[in-house]
């Protein structure tokens, strides 16, 4: 078993800041690429950022410049720091990695979504 575990979410100010956390956890032998995605009501579920092992990023041109993705790979943890919030960044925020596990199986895990919402 492989857990993802988000925290973080909350309301904020337009203009304002989060930083979302997310832990994984279980039977782990390798993580690898880690990813933000988020869902608006009524929308498709959107790559946010990932971040590979080595540190490398890629970002949605929507969050350039005002997101930032990180990882400790000690802590088996990625973090999403956000600033500058907009309205339209409002939506429920998942964790998405791919592992491998003690008994090398690779999976896919989803962590359960923290809510942002950007609202004055």
Do not use: H
Request: aromatic share 8%.
């Amino acid at each position: 078993q492989v857990q993802l575990v988000e925290s973080g979410g909350g309301l904020v100010q337009p203009g304002g800041s989060l930083r979302l956390s997310c832990a994984a956890s279980g039977n782990i032998f390798t993580i690898y690429t880690m990813g933000w995605y988020r869902q608006a009501p009524g929308k498709q579920r959107e790559l946010v950022a990932t971040i590979t092992t080595r540190g490398n990023t890629d970002y949605a041109d929507s969050v350039k410049g005002r997101f930032t993705i990180s990882r400790d790979n000690a802590k088996n943890t990625v973090y999403l720091q956000m600033n500058v919030l907009k309205p339209e960044d409002t939506a429920v925020y998942y964790c998405n990695t791919a592992v491998l596990t003690t008994t090398l199986r690779r999976l896919e895990v989803w962590g359960q979504g923290t809510l942002v919402t950007v609202s004055s």
